[in-house]
């Protein structure tokens, strides 16, 4: 059996598109690492999108608990955005 340093060097002389068919077939076998919560149509299109090389990977998705937990407001002075944009289209 080879060992996992014999592995990493064959893995270092595939080509590009082979070195891209063994990630795709190591993220199938591990699966994913976080909560990706993406439903079967997402999967697809993300998969499809991974495919011609326009993602590497998708950002996993905080829990909505946490996102409340860690946010911060953030305090600006002066005009608010939206009547800086009406002033300007006058």
């Not at 829990?63 to 005009?79: H, Q, T």
């Amino acid at each position: 059996m080879a060992t996992l340093e014999q592995i990493i060097d064959e893995a270092r002389a595939l080509s590009p598109d082979e070195k891209q068919k063994l990630r795709q077939a190591l993220d199938r076998e591990l699966g994913p690492v976080g909560h990706t919560n993406l439903d079967s149509r997402e999967e697809t299109f993300v998969n499809r999108l991974r495919q011609k090389g326009l993602i590497a990977e998708v950002p996993l998705r905080l829990p909505d608990d946490e996102l409340r937990r860690n946010y911060k407001r953030i305090e600006v002075k002066g005009e608010p955005l939206s009547e800086t944009i009406v002033r300007e289209r006058i």
